[in-house]
Every structure is written in C-alpha cells, then in structure tokens.
C-alpha cells in the first residue's frame, strides 16, 4: 500500500524558511515523479515544484529562486526547502507520486505572517 506523508509545515515570518518533507511507504520514491502543490483558502491547489526520478526540477514562476526541491533516498524523502517565504505562500503544501496512479499526502499546513 502506497502512502506519502507530509511533515515539516508550521508558523513563520515573511522572510524565513521552512523545510516540508514527502516521506514514502509503499513505493521507493528514486524511481518516481514527486510534484509539490499548494492550496491557499478559497483558492484552487496550484502547482509548486517537480522532482523527477531522473533528478530534473522544475518549479512554478511564483517560487523560482525561492524553493529548492530534493531527495534522500536513504530516507526515501522528497523535501522542499522554501526561502524568503512570502505572506501569499500560506497554504496546505501536498505532494503527489505523478503516474498511471496518483498519490497524494494528507497535506501540511505553511503559515507565514508579516
């Protein structure tokens, strides 16, 4: 059974870091697509960042240069390192197992103040 969890969320001021964590039961994430999204109040969940199995990033305009994503494999972790956080980066953070079957985490909620 596939399961993705993540940690690492919390309260933070504009300007500071966080680092959320995607840990994987169930499939070894070096061989998978991990893709972050996030979901602010009232808004749609958008895209964030992409980690490919191959180790290619990519990463939403609004975030470039801000977030760093990641893996361990020894910790079979994707994580996403988010500098210079924004009041408007308030949101639960998802990661998703892109593939024929997508899995998504419970989610991780970001709450930076001014």
């Known amino acids: 059974q596939v399961h993705l969890a993540e940690s690492g969320g919390g309260l933070v001021q504009a300007g500071g870091s966080l680092r959320l964590s995607c840990t994987a039961s169930?499939?070894?994430?070096?061989?998978?697509?991990i893709e972050w999204y996030r979901q602010a109040p009232g808004k749609e969940r958008e895209y964030v960042a992409r980690?490919?199995?191959?180790?290619?990033?990519n990463y939403a305009d609004s975030v470039k240069g801000r977030f760093d994503v990641s893996r361990d494999d020894v910790e079979n972790t994707v994580y996403l390192q988010m500098n210079s956080l924004k009041y408007e980066y308030t949101a639960v953070y998802y990661c998703?197992?892109?593939?024929?079957?997508?899995?998504w985490g419970q989610g991780t909620q970001v709450t930076v103040y001014s």
């Open positions: 169930g499939i070894n994430l070096e061989f998978n697509t």
């Open positions: 980690l490919t199995y191959g180790g290619a990033v």
């Open positions: 998703q197992r892109v593939g024929a079957t997508s899995y």
